[in-house]
Nanobody, 119 residues
Framework: QVQLVVSGGGSAQAGGSLKLSCVVSGRTIESVAMAWFRRAPGNPQEFIAGIPWTGQPTWYKETVKGRFIISRDNAKNAVYLEMNNLKPEDTAVYYC????????????WGQGTQVIVSS
């Protein structure tokens, strides 16, 4: 069965940085466009970054563009999200999965990883 293990969340100060990792097991993602999603308190889940299997071109939601960087390492079956210049509004639970513009959900959403940004 496919599983996506997300790690790297935690607490950070505004202006700080965190790097999230997503390691997929149960299937290869070498031909799968991948993405990061987040759900802030009281809000629906939003798609914030996408990356095709080739690695380019990437896509970012306007609110994170210029601050977040999505990357992948197909040899490690992994996807990463580098988050810089964090803001309190980045506080959310972050999830990794397929880019649903191009493919089907892999496994389940899971529990994600919590990111809390304080002023």
């Amino acid at each position: 069965q496919v599983q996506l293990v997300v790690s790297g969340g935690g607490s950070a100060q505004a202006g700080g940085s965190l790097k999230l990792s997503c390691v997929v097991s149960g299937r290869t993602i070498e031909s799968v466009a991948m993405a990061w999603f987040r759900r802030a308190p009281g809000n629906p889940q939003e798609f914030i970054a996408g990356i095709p299997w080739t690695g380019q071109p990437t896509w970012y939601k306007e609110t994170v563009k210029g601050r977040f960087i999505i990357s992948r390492d197909n040899a490690k079956n992994a996807v990463y999200l580098e988050m810089n210049n964090l803001k309190p509004e980045d506080t959310a639970v972050y999830y990794c999965n397929a880019d649903l513009r191009y493919g089907a959900l892999l496994g389940d959403w899971g529990q994600g990883t919590q990111v809390i940004v304080s002023s």
